[in-house]
């Protein structure tokens, strides 16, 4: 079966091809970070107008660096959401015009879930797994007992981990996204600054606006005083007490549901002193990290989750009914 995605969620617009759920025939990806970064964060309308500029060139050449015959295209999945409505609505239209004028069935696929079946271009499934889910806009404790079939443990009572990461970033005047560049300093400090305690007790709930905050208090009265920030040092004392909740609150949940597999999906998993952390740390089960490539947003993930979604339900979302779109966008 070869599955056609598309995601644009938020400042990527991507297109892939993938041959039963496995093999990655093609995933171009057009990153609009480029443009973003002068204003320190995502513009939505900028990014709604990027990816209208971007998105035929990118259908074009997906299927190019495929060379399949659209004819072999058997289903088109596309990211309905969540994300920035504006970018979420040009990848919607652009797979339902290619679906609907090549007569092609089409699913609509939640963010994450293609966040977390980019494992599974890694290694095949196996339940029960916990998935830790760290992007942009997530951070969730994810229990799996089989295929397409997602039960939240716990998740963010505030900001999403990558958030903060962004946040701490800015404050500290790295740029834009700061995530890699805190992850990047963070291996050459020292944990000497003192971080607040976020670890939310016995739950599998997390919060970072505190420990974000407390980092720009922190920043804003070193330099009322005019003493100098030790940069290296905050940026690890910031990823080890982030890091450090994750791991041991995804280690409670392996123990607590038995799990087989542990997994990391997202943005934020393409993060080394996390990586590094859940390779010292969980070691009696299986544990896959995706690829860095599939870590961010990609529409390789979006047609592996369209793939094994439709495989679950066989539902599509039929187009031609009455006209509008049946996808629930949010
Ligand atoms: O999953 P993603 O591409 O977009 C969303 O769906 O949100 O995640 C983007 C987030 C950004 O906040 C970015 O700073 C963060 O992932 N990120 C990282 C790293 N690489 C990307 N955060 C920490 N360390 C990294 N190496
Ligand atoms: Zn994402």
Same mark, same amino acid.
């Given at each position: 079966?070869?599955?056609?995605?598309?995601?644009?969620?938020?400042?990527?617009?991507?297109?892939?091809?993938?041959?039963?759920?496995?093999?990655?025939?093609?995933?171009?990806?057009?990153?609009?970070?480029?443009?973003?970064?002068?204003?320190?964060?995502?513009?939505?309308?900028?990014?709604?107008?990027?990816?209208?500029?971007?998105?035929?060139?990118?259908?074009?050449?997906?299927?190019?660096?495929?060379?399949?015959?659209?004819?072999?295209? *058997?289903? =088109? +999945?596309? $990211?309905? #959401?969540? %994300?920035?409505? !504006?970018?979420? &609505?040009?990848?919607?239209? @652009? /797979?339902?015009?290619?679906?609907?004028?090549?007569?092609?069935?089409?699913?609509?696929?939640?963010?994450?879930?293609?966040?977390?079946?980019?494992?599974?271009?890694?290694?095949?499934?196996?339940?029960?797994?916990?998935?830790?889910?760290?992007?942009?806009?997530?951070?969730?404790?994810?229990?799996?007992?089989?295929?397409?079939?997602?039960?939240?443990?716990?998740?963010?009572?505030?900001?999403?981990?990558?958030?903060?990461? *962004?946040? =701490? +970033?800015? $404050?500290? #005047?790295? %740029?834009?996204? !700061?995530?890699? &560049?805190?992850?990047?300093? @963070? /291996?050459?400090?020292?944990?000497?600054?003192?971080?607040?305690?976020?670890?939310?007790?016995?739950?599998?709930?997390?919060?970072?606006?505190?420990?974000?905050?407390?980092?720009?208090?922190?920043?804003?009265?070193?330099?009322?005083?005019?003493?100098?920030?030790?940069?290296?040092?905050?940026?690890?004392?910031?990823?080890?007490?982030?890091?450090?909740?994750?791991?041991?609150?995804?280690?409670?949940?392996?123990?607590?549901? *038995?799990?087989?597999?542990?997994?990391?999906?997202? %943005?934020?998993?393409?993060?080394?002193?996390?990586?590094?952390?859940? /390779?010292?740390?969980?070691?009696?089960?299986?544990?896959?990290?995706?690829?860095?490539?599939?870590?961010?947003?990609?529409?390789?993930?979006?047609?592996?989750?369209?793939?094994?979604?439709?495989?679950?339900?066989?539902?599509?979302?039929?187009?031609?009914?009455?006209?509008?779109?049946?996808?629930?966008?949010?």
């Amino acid at each position: 079966m070869i599955v056609l995605s598309v995601e644009s969620s938020c400042d990527e617009t991507s297109v892939s091809l993938i041959r039963d759920g496995k093999e990655v025939l093609s995933n171009v990806v057009l990153s609009q970070i480029d443009i973003h970064k002068e204003y320190g964060g995502v513009v939505p309308e900028i990014a709604s107008r990027e990816h209208i500029k971007g998105v035929t060139m990118v259908f074009e050449e997906a299927l190019r660096n495929a060379k399949i015959d659209k004819k072999d295209i *058997d289903l =088109v +999945a596309v $990211t309905k #959401g969540p %994300g920035l409505i !504006g970018s979420l &609505l040009i990848g919607v239209n @652009a /797979a339902k015009a290619f679906a609907y004028a090549n007569d092609i069935q089409i699913v609509g696929v939640h963010h994450i879930a293609g966040h977390i079946y980019a494992n599974a271009l890694t290694k095949d499934l196996v339940f029960p797994l916990i998935c830790l889910v760290v992007s942009g806009g997530h951070t969730e404790l994810i229990l799996m007992k089989e295929h397409y079939n997602f039960i939240k443990l716990g998740e963010t009572m505030d900001d999403a981990v990558g958030e903060a990461y *962004d946040k =701490v +970033a800015r $404050t500290i #005047g790295l %740029g834009y996204p !700061g995530g890699p &560049l805190v992850d990047k300093l @963070a /291996a050459t400090g020292k944990p000497s600054y003192h971080m607040p305690d976020i670890s939310m007790g016995d739950t599998f709930d997390f919060s970072f606006s505190g420990i974000k905050s407390h980092v720009i208090n922190l920043v804003h009265n070193i330099n009322q005083r005019n003493e100098v920030l030790n940069v290296p040092d905050l940026c690890t004392s910031f990823q080890e007490a982030v890091t450090e909740v994750l791991v041991s609150k995804s280690i409670r949940a392996i123990n607590e549901f *038995d799990a087989k597999m542990f997994m990391i999906a997202g %943005g934020v998993a393409a993060n080394k002193g996390l990586r590094k952390k859940i /390779a010292e740390r969980i070691t009696n089960v299986e544990v896959v990290v995706p690829e860095f490539k599939y870590c961010t947003d990609n529409a390789a993930m979006i047609g592996i989750a369209g793939y094994y979604q439709f495989q679950k339900d066989q539902k599509v979302d039929d187009m031609k009914l009455n006209g509008s779109s049946r996808l629930n966008l949010i």
